[in-house]
T-cell receptor, first 119, second 114 residues
Framework: DAGITQSPRHKVTETGTPVTLRCHQT?????MYWYRQDPGHGLRLIHY???????DKGEVSDGYSVSRSKTEDFLLTLESATSSQTSVYFC??????????????????FGPGTRLTVL | GENVEQHPSTLSVQEGDSAVIKCTYS??????FPWYKQELGKGPQLIID?????GEKKDQRIAVTLNKTAKHFSLHITETQPEDSAVYFC?????????????FGKGTKLSVIP
């Protein structure tokens, strides 16, 4: 699992409340990603980070913000949760920038996921 | 940007038979093509990948082939077993401004019937 943990693993919240999901990695990878997974849509990129305080938007970033104040932690925040944000959220790291044969290879490894339900 | 199409969306095979999942991509500059297996309730797991300078790669019962001219790549699983039942995703990595991103297909649900 490449040393990736996500918390919480399950959360039920109400429309309009703020929610923060945490991704933690132990292997000092530079690149981290947040995806959401919905039936019929596969995996869609929300935001990604290429270093501390360096983030960029993905395909479905509206309604989400991220922060990365430490290499090991990447936070995803829903400022005001909506029912359309009910989904399973996955964090991933990439081996980009790694050593040896991994240099330049965007191998991504995923965390166990967080199931979020917005009522 | 890159667009990845994956077929079929569902696939049922008898145990011991082979399974083939196909993906096409749109960006001829894409240079890395991983495949993921996702079991129920778990995160996607990288099972095999191929770079654009290689035509085929094998790892025990699974293999991936790449046809750069036609812009398609395939996952082949031989001698399928019930534990191969899962959702499989293909992906493509384009260089350039979006080189940090993978674009995923929508997935194939494989069922291996004992």
């Amino acid at each position: 699992d490449a040393g990736i943990t996500q918390s919480p693993r399950h959360k039920v919240t109400e429309t309009g409340t703020p929610v923060t999901l945490r991704c933690h990695q132990t292997e000092n990878h530079r690149y981290m990603y947040w995806y959401r997974q919905d039936p019929g849509h596969g995996l869609r990129l929300i935001h990604y980070s290429y270093g501390v305080k360096d983030t960029d938007k993905g395909e479905v970033s509206d309604g989400y913000s991220v922060s990365r104040s430490k290499t090991e932690d990447f936070l995803l925040t829903l400022e005001s949760a909506t029912s359309s944000q009910t989904s399973v959220y996955f964090c991933a790291i990439s081996t980009l920038g790694g050593s040896g044969k991994k240099i330049g290879l965007n191998e991504q490894f995923f965390g166990p996921g967080t199931r979020l339900t917005v009522l | 940007g890159e667009n990845v199409e994956q077929h079929p969306s569902t696939l049922s095979v008898q145990e011991g038979d082979s399974a083939v999942i196909k993906c096409t991509y749109s960006d001829s500059a894409s240079n890395y093509f991983p495949w993921y297996k996702q079991e129920l309730g778990k995160g996607p797991q990288l099972i095999i990948d191929i770079r654009s300078n290689v035509g085929e790669k094998k790892d025990q019962r699974i293999a991936v082939t790449l046809n750069k001219t036609a812009k398609h790549f395939s996952l082949h699983i031989t001698e399928t077993q019930p534990e191969d039942s899962a959702v499989y995703f293909c992906a493509a990595n384009s260089p350039g401004a979006g080189s940090y991103q993978l674009t995923f297909g929508k997935g194939t649900k494989l069922s291996v019937i004992p």
